[in-house]
C-alpha cells in the first residue's frame, strides 16, 4: 500500500469508529448530538489520530490504537467549534461547512464542544479498562494537554495576544500550547500503545518530534491562511490579518515562514530518526503535513 492509500485507510477507519462512538443524531436532545455530528462528520483530515496510529506503528503491539486516536479527535473538534464562536475567532466556516454556532446556535455549539470532552475520556476509560495503568497514563497525558498550561492555555495567550506588537517568545507560546501540545500527545499516546511505550526516555523524546512537528504545521497553516482562499481551506482565510492575530507570517514575513516550517520538519525527521522503529509511515506524513495546500 503506498502512502497515500493508507492515509485513506486510515482516514475510513478512524471515521467508521467516530461514527460508532459518537451518540446517534436521533438520540435525546436531538439538537446536541445532532450538532456533534455536524462537525465531526464535515471532513477533518483526521492527521491527530493517524498521527496515533503512526507512532504506534514504530514498535507494534497488541494494544489497539484506535480508542486513542479517536479521543484525541474528540479534544480537536470540541477546540474547533468553541475556537469558532464569535467570543473567540467568530468564524463562519469551518471543514468546508457553516461553523457550528452557524448552523445551529451559539448555546448548542457550547455544550456540543462541551460534550465532547467528556466523551474523550469515557472512551479511553472504556476502551482500555482490562490495563488500569495504560488507561491512566493515557488519561492524564491527555487532560494535561488540554488543560490551562496548554491547550486552553495557549488559547488563552492568543486572545490575550490579539491586536498587540506582535514579540517572538510570546509566539512560540502560543504555538508550543495551542497547537504543538495536540501533536506531540498524538504522538506519545500512540507511542504509549507500542510495544515500547514504557521507555521513559523514547516517550520524551517521541514528544520532542511532536513539538517540532507541532511548530511546523503552525507555521504553514499560518501560510495558509495567506495564500489560500476560504474554498480551498474549507475554513475562513485571510482570518489572522482581519483579526489582528500575530502570525510567523506577520512577524517574519512569508519566506522566514517557509523556512521555519521546513528546519522544524527537518528537526523532527532527524528526532525520529535517532530513535529506531519502523518509521516509514511518519516520515512521509511529515512531508505530507508540510506541502499540504489545506
Ligand atoms: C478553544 C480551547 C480552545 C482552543 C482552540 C484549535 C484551536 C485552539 C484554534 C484553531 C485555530 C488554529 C489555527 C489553531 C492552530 C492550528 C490548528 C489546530 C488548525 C486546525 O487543525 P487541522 O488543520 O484541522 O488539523 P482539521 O479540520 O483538518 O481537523
Known amino acids: 500500500m503506498n ?13 467508521q469508529r467516530l461514527d460508532q462512538a459518537l451518540p446517534a443524531a436521533s438520540l435525546q436532545p436531538a439538537p446536541l448530538h445532532q450538532a456533534m455530528r455536524h462537525s465531526m462528520n464535515a471532513g477533518g483530515k483526521r492527521l491527530r489520530p493517524i498521527l496515533v496510529l503512526a507512532a504506534h506503528e514504530l514498535y507494534p503491539s497488541q494494544h489497539d490504537p484506535v ?3 479517536l479521543a484525541l479527535e474528540c479534544i480537536h473538534t470540541y477546540s474547533l467549534i468553541h475556537d469558532d464562536l ?14 457550528c454556532h452557524k448552523a445551529f446556535d451559539e448555546a448548542t455549539a457550547i455544550l456540543a464542544g462541551d460534550a ?16 488500569p495503568k495504560l488507561a491512566l497514563d493515557l488519561i492524564k497525558m491527555l ?5 490551562s498550561q496548554q491547550l486552553v492555555g495557549g ?23 495551542k497547537t504543538s501540545a495536540m501533536i506531540r500527545a498524538s504522538l506519545q499516546m500512540g507511542f504509549r500503545l507500542s510495544s515500547a511505550g514504557e521507555d521513559e526516555e523514547k516517550l520524551t523524546r517521541i514528544g520532542e518530534v511532536g513539538l517540532s512537528l507541532g511548530l511546523a504545521f503552525q507555521a504553514v497553516d499560518d501560510l495558509l491562511d495567506v495564500t489560500q482562499t476560504s474554498a480551498q481551506l474549507g475554513k475562513d482565510a485571510h482570518h489572522d490579518g482581519e483579526s489582528g492575530k500575530v502570525t510567523w507570517v506577520s512577524l517574519k514575513g512569508e519566506e522566514e515562514a517557509r523556512r521555519l516550517a521546513s528546519r522544524h520538519t527537518e528537526d523532527a525527521r532527524e528526532r525520529l530518526l535517532r530513535m529506531g522503529g519502523d518509521s516509514a509511515f511518519l516520515l512521509e506524513l511529515m512531508s505530507y503535513m508540510l506541502e499540504r495546500k489545506f
Open 3 to 15: 502512502f497515500l492509500e493508507k492515509m485513506k485507510t486510515w482516514q475510513d477507519l478512524i471515521n
Open 67 to 69: 480508542p486513542a486516536a
Open 86 to 99: 464569535p467570543a473567540m475567532d467568530d468564524s463562519d466556516l469551518r471543514r468546508g461547512r457553516p461553523s
Open 116 to 131: 465532547f470532552q467528556p466523551l474523550a475520556f469515557e472512551i479511553l476509560s472504556d476502551s482500555y479498562s482490562t490495563q
Open 143 to 147: 487532560s494535561v494537554t488540554a488543560g
Open 155 to 177: 488559547q488563552m495567550q492568543d486572545l490575550l495576544s490579539e491586536g498587540k506588537t506582535p514579540e517572538e517568545e510570546n509566539l512560540s507560546y502560543i504555538h508550543t500550547n
